[in-house]
């Protein structure tokens, strides 16, 4: 199984990133996949999660309203739409599947909002 994110990278506050996940190498057809980050000198924190059917988490107030998970209608793909960033926004940006009970993660991507 291999998770991959791409999307990341420099923003200025305000602006707009989207990013995307891919997840390959399995066949189950339930499944949920989710974005975390990991600010500089925080814990990794979940930002949203979506199902295989399309059931999504609550967002956590710092993103409610700005951040927006959809998934690709056939592929275990996933993407994160993020408006209006803060430079509180930079961080690596993780992808994690979990199927059967087993997490897998992507390397991550780094997002950095900054003027």
């Given at each position: 199984?291999?998770?991959?994110?791409?999307?990341?990278?420099?923003?200025?506050?305000?602006g707009s990133l989207r990013l995307s996940?891919?997840?390959?190498?399995?066949?189950?057809?339930?499944?949920?996949?989710?974005?975390?980050?990991?600010?500089?000198?925080?814990?990794?924190?979940?930002?949203?999660?979506?199902?295989?059917?399309?059931?999504?988490?609550?967002?956590?107030?710092?993103?409610?309203?700005?951040f927006t998970i959809s998934r690709h209608?056939?592929?275990?793909?996933?993407?994160?739409?993020?408006?209006s960033l803060k430079p509180e926004d930079?961080?690596?940006?993780?992808?994690?599947?979990?199927?059967?009970?087993?997490?897998?993660?992507?390397?991550?991507?780094?997002?950095?909002?900054?003027?």
């Amino acid at each position: 199984v291999q998770v991959v994110e791409s999307g990341g990278g420099l923003v200025q506050p305000g602006g707009s990133l989207r990013l995307s996940c891919a997840a390959t190498g399995f066949t189950f057809a339930n499944y949920a996949m989710s974005w975390y980050r990991q600010c500089p000198g925080k814990e990794r924190e979940l930002v949203a999660a979506i199902t295989s059917t399309g059931i999504t988490t609550d967002y956590p107030d710092s993103v409610k309203g700005r951040f927006t998970i959809s998934r690709h209608r056939t592929n275990p793909t996933i993407y994160l739409q993020m408006n209006s960033l803060k430079p509180e926004d930079t961080a690596v940006y993780y992808c994690k599947l979990r199927v059967l009970q087993r997490d897998f993660w992507g390397q991550g991507t780094q997002v950095t909002v900054s003027s």
